[in-house]
DNA sequence: AATGAGCGC
């Protein structure tokens, strides 16, 4: 007899439809908050935000378990995307089991949409076509449609039928692109599997010639044109071009000879990209060495409130320091230099950060409990504020959970902004290490 | 132009 897989699982890998999984959770989201929502559509069982051991942080998802699975069924339909703190949640039935996610099967991508389609509208669309396992609209941190999208089938054909119809499709006046979804390293390749006649080579000994170029590529099949760049004095820039006549032996002498040595140097040799490919691929590779850095000093700096106005900067410092190394420690003061009560510490690592929070979060100082959280930044900071505002509505009488210290008005100035904006103190990274930095990234990328 | 993130007491 054939075994039918349950389409989710609870705890013990038992099938329990009741079990739903919500993602896309703001970092503040409480307990209470998701009971509040999901009581509207049956009754809960259990709600949970998901969250750090040590530091209590939100992991930005949680469980809601109804009795029953139409109730659970009922929220999926009523309540996903529904805004909490101004940020559409996602829910989905609860599958412990990562493969399918991670297989990334019967996924879709789909870009040039009007940025007036939702996350509701985009499910609406897709879901003539199958079952969506998960569904989203890329936004800019204030929620704001990119344009382009994902939606997540339980099988291939879905997917496949919701391509073949709909890709080319005006949806709201414009043309949108639907197709397979493929991460980068198989875009890649796919774009490498096009037919090319010009070949590049670099890492070329200074000696190496057309002459020596022609002879070497010249085996794989009829050659048009040969270069080697030089400088104005005629050095050689050590890089060069080899165009084919024909595509089939460009490509044959791209899989011969790349990673091949001549003269102890170890040839590249690939296709030759047009300005613009190569333009693009350094502005990705750019970004991709600014987020590094970003994240690199992402989590390293604590914002401090409720400090007792006796402190100093010194003394904020002594106090944090058993936890690491402080590379930037400030107490926000008046223009009459009269401390507002709040500061910020900067830890060389965000485990000694993470560390600091937990131990120090909630612990009395002089006369009052010490607030610890990890300072956001600007661009966090705006999003969130932005979200709260238009989120506004009556205080709720659901459940509470008593807060283990008081609680205060989330959020300041973080000092990650000081990283890439340069205004106000506390700076934690000089201006001129930040560049140079940047300037280390760009030669050992860009060369 | 743009190709994600994600599962517990």
Known sequence: ?????????????????????????????????????FIQAGQVLSVRVCRDLSTRRSLGYGYVNYSNPQDAARALDLLNFTPLNGKPIRIMYSHRDPSIRKSGTANIFIKNLD?????????????????????????DPSGQSKGYGFVQFDNEE????????LNGMLINDKQVYVGQFLRKQERETALNKTKFNNVYVKNLSESTTEEDLKNIFGEFGTITSVVVMRDGDGKSKCFGF??????????????????????????????????YERELE?????????????????????????????IGDDKLKELFSEFGTITSCKVMRDPSGISRGSGFVAFSTSEEASRALAEMNGKMVVSKPLY?????RKEERRARLQAQFSQMRPVSMAPSVAPRM?????????????????????AIIPPQVIILILFSILLFHFS
Request: net charge negative; with cysteine; glycine share 8%.
């Open 406 to 426: 008081p609680m205060y008005p989330p959020g300041a100035p973080g000092l990650g902004q000081q990283l890439f904006y340069g205004q106000g103190p506390p």
């Open 242 to 275: 080899v165009n084919f006549e024909n595509a089939d032996d460009a490509a044959e002498a791209v899989e011969a000879l790349n990673g091949k040595k001549f003269d102890e140097k170890e040839w590249y040799v690939g296709k030759a990209q047009k300005k």
């Open 158 to 165: 879905s997917a496949q039928n919701a391509i073949d119809k």
């Open 115 to 139: 940025k007036s389609i939702d996350n509701k509208a985009l499910h609406d669309t897709f879901s003539a076509f199958g079952n969506i396992l998960s569904c989203k609209i890329a936004t």
């Open 282 to 310: 350094l502005k990705g590779r750019f970004e991709q060495s600014m987020k590094e850095v970003v994240d690199k000093f992402q989590g390293v700096n604590l914002y401090i409130k409720n400090l007792d106005d006796s």
């Open 372 to 376: 610890v959280a990890l300072a956001q």
């Open 1 to 37: 007899m054939a075994q039918i897989q349950p389409a989710a699982t609870g705890p013990n890998g038992v099938a329990n439809t009741a079990s739903l999984y919500v993602g896309d959770l703001d970092v503040n989201i409480t307990d209470s908050q998701l009971y509040d929502l």
